[in-house]
């Protein structure tokens, strides 16, 4: 790899860095009880939250608690987690609403649904300008399953129709970034 090369990861990987922990630090303060974190990545929301958390992918990032095959058929009781995060992962997910469906069961009663998610134009042209040169991109690629984000409005319907009721949408990183947090309704 040339220097060139070398220079330009080293710039992306230091903004990914920063990007995730921005989100890490945007989402903890909404966090309460049991924390499920579906495609935790490295599993750093977990890891930075001081309750108890499990982080659960199907990829092994190398701190994941549990590797998943399927993200709607997790392998945990009804009820067992008070907040589920899917931060800027949902769009990676083949089967989405089966996911929201899952994590319906997966809430307590009046649980909280918390989902980051990045309009598709600015998904796009982030994932372009990373493509070739992290090894996320180059490790994973972007596969015909994946949607370039997912605009609010269309996250708002997804997230209606598994049951949830959204509760606010909280706009961040200069507010390119929205974080969408529902509510179980029983």
Same mark, same amino acid.
């Given at each position: $790899?040339?220097?060139?090369?070398?220079?330009?990861?080293?710039?992306?990987?230091?903004?990914?860095?920063?990007?995730?922990?921005?989100?890490?630090?945007?989402?903890? =303060?909404?966090?309460?009880?049991?924390?499920?974190?579906?495609?935790? @990545? /490295? /599993?750093?929301?977990?890891?930075?939250?001081?309750? /108890?958390?499990?982080?659960?992918?199907?990829?092994?990032? @190398?701190?994941?608690?549990?590797?998943?095959?399927?993200?709607?058929?997790? %392998? !945990?009781?009804?009820?067992?987690?008070?907040?589920?995060?899917?931060?800027?992962?949902?769009?990676? +997910? %083949?089967?989405?609403?089966?996911?929201?469906?899952?994590?319906?069961?997966?809430?307590? %009663?009046? @649980? *909280?649904?918390? #989902?980051?998610? #990045? %309009? =598709?134009?600015?998904? !796009?042209?982030?994932? *372009?300008?990373?493509?070739?040169?992290?090894?996320?991109?180059?490790?994973?690629?972007?596969?015909?399953?994946?949607?370039?984000?997912?605009?609010?409005?269309?996250?708002?319907?997804?997230?209606?129709?598994?049951? !949830?009721?959204?509760?606010?949408?909280?706009? !961040? $990183?200069?507010? +390119?970034?929205?974080?969408?947090?529902?509510?179980? +309704?029983?």
């Amino acid at each position: $790899m040339s220097s060139k090369a070398v220079n330009r990861w080293v710039g992306l990987y230091s903004l990914t860095t920063l990007l995730r922990n921005w989100r890490v630090k945007v989402v903890l =303060p909404y966090v309460t009880g049991r924390l499920l974190d579906i495609g935790c @990545g /490295n /599993n750093q929301l977990v890891r930075s939250y001081n309750g /108890n958390g499990t982080g659960v992918d199907i990829y092994d990032w @190398g701190d994941v608690d549990l590797i998943i095959d399927e993200s709607s058929n997790i %392998p !945990f009781e009804d009820s067992s987690f008070d907040t589920i995060t899917v931060i800027a992962a949902l769009n990676h +997910i %083949p089967n989405r609403d089966d996911l929201l469906i899952e994590s319906y069961r997966l809430l307590s %009663p009046n @649980g *909280r649904l918390i #989902i980051t998610m #990045i %309009p =598709p134009r600015v998904s !796009f042209l982030w994932h *372009r300008l990373r493509s070739g040169s992290d090894p996320d991109q180059i490790e994973r690629d972007h596969h015909e399953h994946e949607l370039w984000g997912i605009n609010q409005r269309d996250l708002k319907q997804m997230i209606n129709k598994a049951g !949830f009721n959204v509760q606010s949408e909280i706009k !961040f $990183m200069c507010r +390119i970034n929205t974080m969408t947090i529902a509510k179980k +309704i029983d």
